[in-house]
């Protein structure tokens, strides 16, 4: 009997599929805390109070488990995104800015730790994942503004187009920046219909 399995109590019988989720809980509160570096089979197994082969009976080893935490985690932060601008007429009001702004800030509210984990995170291991949200993000509001600006007459609609789409895309990540640092004590609700109202302001008056 090894020392690790002497000082460990034995784990509770969940089976893989069964834990994985719980493995990848745990190496996402690492990663968050101390960086994606940290996040090793050892540290994970320390941090369920488990031994080292009950994680490598989810995951043969650390690549595949980081792995698996990236996709896990962009998933939810697609999602998010993808749920920010709610289906309604072209010719959009400041009620749509505001529900949009909140609907993702929700998102963001519901599982910070994503957010914190890829969104804009400089470590090569997930900027990938932040720069694919991003595109997702840019591509969307393209689309969704576009025929907006040609109802509203905006005047050069098509050559204003990509600076107003970055311009909405980056109050975004500021929203969520704020959000998550908890600087002037947001709600998603409040910082919502703020930033929300402030988008429209500047799009319809271009």
Not at 104 to 112: D, G, I, K, N, S
Not at 175 to 198: I, M, N, Y
Request: charged content about 25%; overall charge neutral; glycine content about 8%.
């Amino acid at each position: 009997m090894s020392s690790e399995s002497a000082v460990r109590p034995r784990a509770q019988h969940l089976g893989p599929e069964r834990r994985r989720p719980h493995v990848l809980d745990t190496a996402l509160r690492i990663a968050v805390e101390h960086g994606i570096a940290a996040v090793t089979i050892a540290a994970v197994a320390e941090g369920m109070n488990v031994t080292r082969p009950v994680i490598y009976a989810c995951y043969a080893d650390r690549v595949e488990l980081i792995d698996a935490l990236i996709r896990r985690e962009e998933g939810y932060l697609l999602e998010g995104i993808l749920g920010v601008l709610p289906r309604r007429r072209v010719e959009a009001d400041e009620e749509v800015f505001v529900e949009g702004f909140r609907a993702l800030l929700e998102t963001v509210a519901a599982r910070p730790d994503t957010w914190k984990l890829l969104y804009g995170n400089p470590d090569p291991a997930v900027a990938g994942s932040f720069g694919r949200g991003r595109r997702v993000a840019v591509e969307r509001c393209t689309r969704r503004l576009r025929p907006t600006l040609r109802a509203w007459g905006t005047v050069e609609a098509d050559r204003k187009l990509p600076v107003l789409v970055e311009l909405w895309v980056s109050t975004g990540e500021g929203a969520v920046r704020t959000l998550l640092s908890g600087d002037g004590e947001w709600t998603p609700q409040d910082l919502g219909a703020f930033t929300g109202a402030a988008v429209y302001r500047a799009l319809r008056s271009a």
